[in-house]
């Protein structure tokens, strides 16, 4: 009981953290770069409840662009607001993935996994050349409006005299992170989420226990696609705009590779590998077009090295840190003792 | 429509269609035998066509020679490529998909630093056209087609009729029972890998002289590949040929007719496909 009030303390002490991190982190860029980390984190999630239940989902991309699309489509065209817009964007994601998992999610393995990235892809085609007047063909929507919202008597304006409100758009990601978060972590731990895993383990045995196999994945592929339209949504209002490149092949190769980076073991794995790759990504931004180079090689290591990815790796606990120490330090003195007694002898 | 432009649209589908069948084969096999998908197959087939580049264009070679060294070297490759990776992560499929995704992301890297970003071209030995009902079709294509077969069928043959084919084939059907008659299944994977890169260094050197180079050419192929083999059904041979000629006909009809947008015919083929033979077109029900 005590350890628990001592988990949850810590836990609302690390979130108030996160929260102010804005008021003492004064580099707009990084700033960014944590925002950013956010999106990630919750496209990392989204997907990561999908991959558990033993379906591999190679177009999330086109899920996040579109929810980007459909927030922005909303806002310009029709003037809602804020946080309409990005809910709007998750529904009409979730409702695409409700419509393509509805034809697919009967086959699996493989081939879901081809079927996935193909439906990515005339996602990808159709949002380049139709309705070019509304959708912009290659550009994609451009200018989208910095929004304002008012709660109560305060209104918050997402951007200034001098630029966009980092902070403001900031503490938007973070406050949707740790909703879908939230969601992600109740889902894991209920019911359906147990049977999710029974899911993964054995389609019969699950089917066999009165499962409705279907439906459960269907479930739980609409809402990955929901939460990765949100993302894309709060994306397109951070960048003020959309465009069909976000829907590429490597966007969801990325997506992927936060999961599998950071360990699909536990909830922990995709927000840790979201931030690692995201934090790796801008600092290997230093060396220019080697920068590829340096992740491909990241994502081969992890994989030879750490196969249960970085949540595999665990801190070792004090008194076991203390032996290990007590060792090497016997073992240094035995050795440098026995090479000097070596040295003398040869000379 | 005359039977001129019909022919010729044909036959350039004909051709390339049977090299995208060269190009999948390799694909299909290596997921039959090891069940992974090799994402490094577009690298492959990229630095198959730099490899036959620097061969026939810059040493002077003959052209078959070119062809035979450049298969050799991708073999090589595929060879390190399952001793050094896929080993190492115990052909399991994600741990796989991703190794061979950041090694795609080295190689093309590497090569944009390595070959520059300026496409290249090389001139093929064969010259002239002839005509086929009414259409023109140049005679490179219609040497590179005949070559494409004969890998393709020396393929399916070697797979059907020596003591190595039958083993490969024995492992692709059940590592298991394969195994406990004595066949080895490494040595299997690694043959089925080094196939396979062969065709993708194939495809690569016989697709060189009618595209030309560049560095980021492996990436449509893979992704075409992957349709091709999804179409055909993963693992079977004949079904790679019958997806590749389908995405040939697809592609020249489609870009002559509709353009930009015809690129997603084939992905809605494969979607049609599917939900209508789950398991494609010549796959096996397991």
Same mark, same amino acid.
């Given at each position: 009981?005590?350890?628990?009030?001592?988990?949850?303390?810590?836990?609302? #002490? #690390?979130?108030?953290?996160?929260?102010?991190?804005?008021?003492?982190? !004064?580099?707009?860029?990084?700033?960014?770069?944590?925002?950013?980390?956010?999106?990630?984190?919750?496209?990392?999630?989204?997907?990561?409840?999908?991959?558990?239940?033993?379906?591999?989902?190679?177009?999330?991309?086109?899920?996040?662009?579109?929810?980007?699309?459909?927030?922005?489509?909303?806002?310009?065209?029709?003037?809602?607001?804020?946080?309409?817009?990005?809910?709007?964007?998750?529904?009409?994601?979730?409702?695409?993935?409700?419509?393509?998992?509805?034809?697919?999610?009967?086959?699996?393995?493989?081939?879901?996994?081809?079927?996935?990235?193909?439906?990515?892809?005339?996602?990808?085609?159709?949002?380049?050349?139709?309705?070019?007047?509304?959708?912009?063909?290659?550009?994609?929507?451009?200018?989208?409006?910095?929004?304002?919202?008012?709660?109560?008597?305060?209104?918050?304006?997402?951007?200034?005299?001098?630029?966009?409100?980092?902070?403001?758009?900031?503490?938007?990601?973070?406050? #949707?992170?740790?909703? !879908?978060?939230?969601?992600?972590?109740?889902?894991?731990?209920?019911?359906?989420?147990?049977?999710?895993? &029974?899911?993964?383990?054995?389609?019969?045995?699950?089917?066999?226990?009165?499962?409705?196999?279907?439906?459960?994945?269907?479930?739980?592929?609409?809402?990955? #696609?929901?939460?990765?339209?949100?993302?894309?949504?709060?994306?397109?209002?951070?960048?003020?705009?959309?465009?069909?490149?976000?829907?590429?092949?490597?966007?969801?190769?990325?997506?992927?590779?936060?999961?599998?980076?950071? &360990?699909?073991?536990?909830?922990?794995?995709?927000?840790?590998?979201?931030?690692?790759?995201?934090?790796?990504?801008?600092?290997?931004?230093?060396?220019?077009?080697?920068?590829?180079?340096?992740?491909?090689?990241?994502?081969?290591?992890?994989?030879?090295?750490?196969?249960?990815?970085?949540?595999?790796?665990?801190?070792?606990?004090?008194?076991?840190?203390?032996?290990?120490?007590?060792?090497?330090?016997?073992?240094?003195?035995?050795?440098?003792? &026995?090479?000097?007694?070596?040295?003398?002898?040869?000379? | 429509?005359?039977?001129?432009?019909?022919?010729?649209?044909?036959?350039?589908?004909?051709?390339?269609?049977?090299?995208?069948?060269?190009?999948?084969? *390799?694909?299909?096999?290596?997921?039959?035998? /090891?069940?992974?998908?090799?994402?490094?197959?577009?690298?492959?087939?990229?630095?198959?066509?730099?490899?036959?580049?620097?061969?026939?264009?810059?040493?002077?070679?003959?052209?078959?020679?070119?062809?035979?060294?450049?298969?050799?070297?991708?073999?090589?490759?595929?060879?390190?490529?399952?001793?050094? =990776?896929?080993?190492?992560?115990?052909?399991?499929?994600?741990?796989?998909?991703?190794?061979?995704?950041?090694?795609? /992301?080295?190689?093309?890297?590497?090569?944009?630093?390595?070959?520059?970003?300026?496409?290249?071209?090389?001139?093929?030995?064969?010259?002239?056209?002839?005509?086929?009902?009414?259409?023109?079709?140049?005679?490179?294509?219609?040497?590179?087609? *005949?070559?494409?077969?004969? @890998?393709?069928?020396?393929? /399916?043959?070697?797979?059907?009729?020596?003591?190595?084919?039958?083993?490969?084939?024995?492992?692709?059907?059940?590592?298991?029972?394969? +195994?406990?008659?004595?066949?080895?299944?490494?040595?299997?994977?690694?043959? +089925?890998?080094?196939?396979?890169?062969?065709?993708?260094?194939?495809?690569?050197?016989?697709?060189?002289?009618?595209?030309?180079?560049?560095?980021?050419?492996?990436?449509?192929?893979? /992704?075409?590949? =992957?349709?091709?083999?999804?179409?055909?059904?993963?693992? +079977?041979?004949?079904?790679?040929?019958?997806?590749?000629?389908?995405?040939?006909?697809?592609?020249? @009809?489609?870009? =002559?007719?509709?353009?930009?947008? +015809?690129?997603?015919?084939?992905?809605?083929?494969?979607?049609?496909?599917?939900?209508?033979?789950?398991? *494609?077109?010549?796959?096996?029900?397991?």
């Amino acid at each position: 009981m005590q350890i628990k009030v001592f988990k949850v303390i810590a836990l609302l #002490c #690390c979130l108030v953290f996160v929260f102010l991190i804005p008021l003492f982190v !004064t580099q707009l860029y990084w700033l960014h770069t944590f925002t950013m980390f956010a999106i990630h984190a919750m496209l990392a999630l989204g997907l990561w409840l999908i991959v558990i239940t033993g379906q591999v989902s190679f177009g999330q991309a086109a899920y996040m662009g579109i929810g980007g699309y459909a927030s922005a489509l909303f806002c310009k065209e029709l003037g809602l607001g804020l946080f309409t817009t990005i809910l709007a964007g998750g529904v009409v994601a979730g409702l695409l993935g409700l419509s393509f998992g509805y034809l697919t999610l009967r086959v699996r393995g493989a081939y879901f996994f081809v079927l996935s990235f193909a439906f990515a892809e005339i996602v990808k085609v159709l949002m380049r050349s139709i309705r070019k007047d509304i959708l912009g063909g290659p550009n994609g929507i451009l200018d989208i409006p910095h929004p304002t919202i008012t709660i109560g008597a305060l209104n918050l304006s997402f951007v200034s005299e001098t630029g966009p409100n980092t902070s403001l758009y900031y503490w938007l990601a973070m406050a #949707c992170l740790v909703i !879908t978060i939230l969601l992600v972590w109740f889902i894991t731990r209920s019911r359906f989420g147990r049977e999710l895993r &029974g899911i993964a383990q054995s389609d019969d045995l699950a089917e066999s226990l009165g499962i409705n196999v279907f439906r459960h994945l269907l479930v739980t592929f609409a809402i990955g #696609c929901f939460i990765a339209g949100v993302a894309g949504a709060i994306q397109s209002y951070n960048f003020t705009m959309v465009t069909s490149d976000w829907m590429e092949v490597g966007h969801s190769i990325d997506q992927l590779s936060w999961v599998i980076v950071g &360990g699909m073991g536990s909830i922990g794995g995709p927000i840790i590998g979201a931030f690692i790759l995201t934090i790796i990504g801008e600092l290997l931004r230093a060396v220019g077009a080697y920068e590829p180079i340096f992740s491909g090689a990241t994502l081969v290591m992890i994989m030879l090295f750490l196969p249960g990815g970085l949540i595999s790796l665990r801190v070792p606990k004090f008194s076991t840190l203390l032996g290990i120490f007590k060792r090497l330090s016997r073992a240094i003195s035995f050795t440098s003792g &026995g090479s000097s007694g070596n040295r003398k002898q040869s000379s | 429509m005359t039977t001129a432009l019909l022919s010729t649209l044909l036959m350039n589908s004909l051709v390339t269609g049977l090299v995208y069948a060269l190009f999948a084969s *390799g694909l299909t096999l290596v997921f039959g035998v /090891m069940s992974i998908v090799l994402f490094c197959h577009g690298a492959v087939y990229m630095l198959g066509s730099y490899t036959f580049y620097h061969l026939f264009r810059t040493w002077e070679l003959n052209y078959l020679l070119s062809i035979i060294l450049t298969m050799a070297a991708t073999g090589c490759l595929g060879l390190i490529l399952e001793r050094f =990776f896929f080993k190492k992560v115990e052909y399991a499929i994600l741990p796989s998909l991703f190794v061979a995704a950041g090694l795609t /992301m080295i190689i093309e890297q590497s090569a944009m630093l390595g070959f520059g970003t300026l496409p290249r071209s090389v001139h093929s030995p064969f010259v002239g056209i002839i005509k086929v009902l009414g259409g023109i079709v140049s005679v490179e294509r219609l040497a590179v087609m *005949g070559i494409a077969i004969g @890998f393709i069928v020396l393929l /399916m043959l070697s797979l059907d009729h020596t003591k190595t084919g039958r083993a490969i084939r024995a492992v692709s059907q059940d590592v298991q029972v394969a +195994s406990s008659f004595g066949i080895n299944p490494t040595y299997m994977y690694a043959g +089925s890998c080094f196939i396979g890169c062969v065709m993708a260094g194939a495809a690569g050197a016989l697709m060189a002289p009618i595209y030309g180079l560049s560095y980021s050419m492996g990436e449509p192929w893979l /992704m075409k590949g =992957f349709m091709i083999i999804i179409i055909g059904g993963l693992g +079977s041979i004949p079904g790679s040929v019958i997806g590749g000629l389908i995405l040939g006909v697809i592609e020249s @009809f489609g870009m =002559f007719y509709f353009g930009y947008l +015809s690129s997603s015919f084939i992905f809605i083929a494969v979607m049609i496909i599917l939900i209508l033979r789950p398991k *494609g077109l010549m796959g096996h029900a397991d």
